[in-house]
């Protein structure tokens, strides 16, 4: 079993978006972080530790970030996987992993609520 560090969620992000789809997306994933947090349920989203960095550091490359969210993947206990995560393939990537690790995994159906229960036991 892993140690209880963190939820990771995961989602697409897509910086290549619009501007307000990729904020719509800042969105969900910060109210997942909401549900976690109430909870007392500690997170990481990269979507809000990097938000529109896209606009920020427009030189940072895709392999960058997508490395950097893999190495907080390889610490987190679980995954919480937002509506879309299908279409993204860097969620892909990191569900993969997630597996490969045994990490607990929830997919957009699941509720805070849920996690919180297994993150008690």
């Keep these: ?55 920020i550091a427009p030189e940072a490359t895709e392999d960058f970030w997508k490395a950097m969210g893999m190495g907080f993947v390889e610490n987190a206990w679980g995954m919480w996987m937002l509506e879309g995560w299908t279409a993204s393939r860097g969620s892909m990537a990191e569900r993969d992993r997630a597996e490969e690790l045994g990490l607990e995994l929830w997919g957009p159906l699941h509720t805070a609520k849920e996690i919180a229960m297994e993150w008690a036991r």
């Design 1 to 55: 079993m892993r140690p209880k560090t963190y939820v990771y969620i995961a989602g697409p992000y897509g910086d290549r978006d619009p501007f307000c789809t990729i904020e719509a997306r800042i969105n969900e994933s910060r109210r997942a972080a909401r549900e976690l947090a109430i909870r007392g349920i500690p997170f990481y989203s990269p979507h809000l530790n990097c938000a529109h960095f896209e606009v």
